[in-house]
């Protein structure tokens, strides 16, 4: 199948500061990318849908100016976490839909991020 | 609305045991499923999926699920459970040849632990 490949798999930082995680999808061209949050033993909550070539679509309460979306290429879509503070430690997953066939969902290994 | 409900939050089965993982849809248009697997700190690898043709779909790893439309179900079934088997499982259903730009929509997910 298609491989989304998501880094870095985990990050550390300070309180304050940023950080970005990157989303590839390696062998297929991605207008839509997704990206999730996950809370311990929880499901996936959609926090955006990123679209190539314009702005990102955020679902209800997740604040676009505290996680930014860029969605430069097909083949890229990044997600920065803006002055992270503890709260937003999390386990967070992006995902492409591969159209070349009917629409699979694959995702990447997830990017645990700890805010110290 | 669209939705997928997976009534068991957590399943325990002995190795070696068979399993049956339930999942519901509600689905207005034409849908297509999906089951995905997910382990600890992990992303969500895709099990199997049905989109038409034969009810009974084969999937990776011995896993198998079978759709039927009058009762909205799709349950994932395994003869004999392996201890590498615990994990989380998802089921999600989207609509076939819809433009891409929607996500598929997944249940809460059920946890399986695997005992000797």
């Known amino acids: 199948g298609a491989v989304v490949s998501q880094h870095p798999s985990w990050v550390i930082c300070k309180s304050g500061t940023s950080v970005k995680i990157e989303c590839r999808s390696l062998?297929?061209?991605?207008?839509?990318m997704f990206w999730y949050r996950q809370f311990p033993k929880q499901s996936l909550m959609l926090m955006a849908t990123s679209n190539e070539g314009s702005k990102a679509t955020y679902e209800q309460g997740v604040e676009k100016d505290k996680f930014l979306i860029n969605h430069a290429s097909l083949t890229l879509s990044t997600l920065t976490v803006t002055s992270a503070h503890p709260e937003d430690s999390s386990f967070y997953i992006c995902?492409?839909?591969?159209?070349?066939?009917?629409?699979?969902?694959?995702f990447g290994a997830g990017t645990r991020l700890s805010v110290l | 609305a669209q939705s997928v409900t997976q009534p068991d939050i957590h399943i325990t089965v002995s190795e070696g045991a068979s399993l049956e993982l339930r999942c519901n849809y509600s689905?207005?248009?034409?849908?297509?499923l999906f089951w995905y697997v997910q382990s600890p700190g992990q992303g969500l690898q895709l099990l199997l999926k049905y989109f038409s043709g034969d009810t009974l779909v084969q999937g990776i790893k011995g896993f198998e699920a079978e759709f039927k439309r009058s009762q909205s179900s799709f349950n994932l079934r395994k003869p004999s459970v392996h201890w590498s088997d615990a994990a989380e499982y998802f089921c999600a259903v989207g609509a076939l040849w819809d433009s891409g730009n929607t996500p598929l929509v997944f249940g809460k997910g059920t946890r399986l632990s695997v005992i000797a």
């Open positions: 062998d297929f061209q991605a207008t839509t």
């Open positions: 995902s492409a839909r591969d159209l070349r066939g009917i629409g699979i969902q694959y």
């Open positions: 689905y207005g248009a034409t849908p297509y």
